[in-house]
């Protein structure tokens, strides 16, 4: 049996027919992209997956040209006939076909359809909601046909990549128990054992890490995760990872697969080179400079500024109240950023209100290195140069202040720089991936809003994390400052995975959790099957997990991450197309010892 590139029905792509086809009789199949029917001649814009040709039905086309009448827009026909020479004059440039042209002898309707919903073009003013419902039609335009390509191909170079290091690919459940991963579960209670219920898995966490102690020592997996979120416009309920684990290796061997595996996806997916090996920064430095820790290195200079000790025995009364609670006063400076207009730097203080701050003090440096701002009558004159110096600024300059606790102010500041580098154009092209190691092991839960466990404090990345050697044996004594063996990869801004050394010693395990506030009782009933795997010999462990959606998002340059995902779901988690969720048959419900509580009335 020969396998036929396009379908035994057709012997050509219309995408792929060009010049040296000329002559060439040829069967060609898809859907009606335009038509332009002048009566004796009509013209057929044919398309299907690999691009489009023009197909015409002339005077002695017959029967063709009928069928040609009656086509329109969408229906699926099927076209046989001669490839020839466009006309001098009537080369269209815009198309890869663009020389050529099919002469129908014979064109068979397929498939009739009913006038689409919308163009199938790019760039065309359709509300989400319409195109999501008729996602068929959605992914028939050019730009949304091209996204699902590149997902398919950088998926492709993904497992080549891991299969020629060696790990394998292996399944994990869906139907399982709850993984921890900051997020709430979504349920599905089960019939045959009334009064429980499956969780979706937020990641394949826990398995991946027993597949270690299987003996696996290298797996990965393209895996769907479940997260019930408020969602944002990058996340999305259920998304898709690149899930990676190893044995007997340290963060070096996951960051060297990794880099090595996003080299190759940006070189073949869209022919764009990486440096490599990517910056490293410690997740101390990263706030510090940039006040994130997802900095976006496009940007250049604009780092943020320490400024308490210039302001140590400072007289202005904001920065003094706040540098006396413990607080730290940072700044940044904008280049040129002295043309801004009052009302723009009105508009700045706003901006920083709304982000929860008392305010956002400015200042512009002059030629004669002062500095004009509302605060300069209360500054020495050291200051004022210990400030310039400090932000590394110029004449022409703005400098901006934020003042308050410190993890507050870097971030006000460090969302500020992204902020005016947008505004003002000083986002750079291309690229910049950075990985983030050495983060702190846990976070106060009010700073992340959802516990683990019982007491005031959380896992900043998940309770199987590592402790650095140096924390191993004292994490609990201070537990604001212990460190964690993992990495984060930032691109452009984004995060687009993280991951960890694991714990793969029982009684470490059992610490954090103690630590965490889950008691042993606790533990056992919730991670019980890992706590017994850790104990069955488990050999040293890591991985990483890329988001799959984000990393698709950011080689197509989408801005929405549903415009990545074939079927996604709306902001509010429902499906346009198959109107899920649902209401669900009484019936089916009482199985599984159900009742829903009503829809509430949208008031
Ligand atoms: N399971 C983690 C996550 O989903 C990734 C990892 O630690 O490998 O974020």
Request: hydrophobic share 40%; glycine share 10%.
């Amino acid at each position: 049996m020969t396998i036929t590139p396009f379908g035994s029905l057709r012997t050509h792509g219309a995408g792929t027919l060009r010049a040296e086809h000329v002559g060439d009789t040829v069967t060609i199949a898809g859907w009606v992209d335009t038509r332009r029917d002048h009566g004796g001649v009509a013209f057929l814009d044919l398309r299907d997956r690999s691009g489009l040709v023009q197909v015409v039905a002339d005077p002695e086309a017959g029967d063709a040209l009928e069928a040609a009448h009656r086509v329109r827009s969408e229906w699926v026909v099927r076209v046989t006939g001669t490839v020839r020479a466009r006309p001098e004059g009537m080369v269209n440039d815009r198309i890869d076909t663009g020389d050529v042209e099919v002469a129908a002898t014979s064109i068979e309707v397929l498939s009739e359809a009913e006038t689409p919903p919308f163009p199938v073009e790019d760039g065309i003013e359709v509300s989400e909601e319409l195109r999501l419902k008729h996602r068929y039609v959605d992914l028939r335009r050019p730009k949304m046909a091209a996204i699902l390509q590149l997902r398919s191909r950088a998926t492709s170079v993904i497992r080549q990549v891991m299969d020629r290091h060696g790990f394998l690919d292996v399944e994990t459940p869906i139907l399982t128990r709850a993984t921890p991963e900051g997020a709430r579960d979504f349920l599905v209670p089960s019939r045959l054992q009334p009064g429980e219920s499956y969780a979706l898995p937020q990641s394949p966490q826990l398995f991946k890490q027993l597949l270690m102690v299987a003996g696996v020592e290298r797996y990965y997996q393209i895996a769907r995760c479940f997260r019930d979120e408020n969602l944002r416009a990058d996340r999305q309920p259920e998304f898709t990872q690149l899930d990676v684990e190893l044995s007997f290796g340290d963060q070096e061997d996951v960051i060297a697969v990794m880099e090595e595996l996003l080299a190759e996806v940006w070189r073949e997916a869209i022919g764009v080179e990486v440096a490599t090996p990517f910056t490293r920064l410690t997740y101390a430095e990263a706030l510090a400079r940039f006040g994130s820790d997802k900095p976006d290195l496009r940007i250049e200079r604009m780092e943020l500024a320490t400024l308490n000790d210039v302001f140590a025995d400072t007289e202005v009364g904001v920065f003094k109240g706040v540098l006396g609670d413990g607080g730290s006063v940072i700044a940044l400076a904008l280049p040129s950023g002295g043309d801004m207009t009052r009302k723009q730097f009105d508009d700045l203080v706003e901006w920083a209100k709304r982000r929860g701050a008392k305010g956002l003090a400015w200042g512009v440096v002059e030629d004669d290195g002062s500095l004009r701002s509302p605060l300069s009558k209360f500054m020495s004159e050291d200051e004022i140069a210990g400030v310039i110096a400090t932000t590394d600024a110029s004449a022409g300059d703005a400098i901006f202040f934020g003042a308050g606790e410190t993890t507050f102010a870097r971030e006000l500041i460090g969302a500020l720089r992204n902020h005016l580098a947008a505004e003002r154009g000083l986002i750079g092209e291309g690229f910049r991936f950075c990985w983030i190691v050495d983060a702190p092991m846990f976070e106060p839960v009010e700073d992340r809003g959802e516990a683990v466990g019982s007491t005031a404090w959380t896992p900043v990345h998940h309770p199987f994390t590592a402790p650095t050697p140096e924390w191993m044996d004292r994490f609990e004594d201070s537990p604001g400052e212990a460190l964690s063996n993992a990495y984060d990869v930032v691109c452009n801004g984004y995060e687009l995975g993280g991951g960890s050394i694991r714990i793969h010693d029982r009684e470490v395990q059992a610490r954090v959790f103690r630590f965490l506030g889950i008691s042993d009782e606790d533990a056992e009933e919730r991670f019980g099957f890992l706590l017994r795997g850790l104990a069955h010999g488990a050999p040293p462990h890591g991985g990483i997990a890329l988001g799959l959606d984000r990393l698709v998002m950011l080689l197509a340059d989408a801005t929405n991450i549903r415009d990545v995902i074939s079927f996604p779901k709306t902001q509010t988690g429902g499906c346009p197309l198959t109107d899920a969720p649902a209401p669900y048959e009484e019936i089916a419900l009482k199985e599984l010892g159900l009742r829903l509580a009503p829809k509430p009335v949208k008031g």
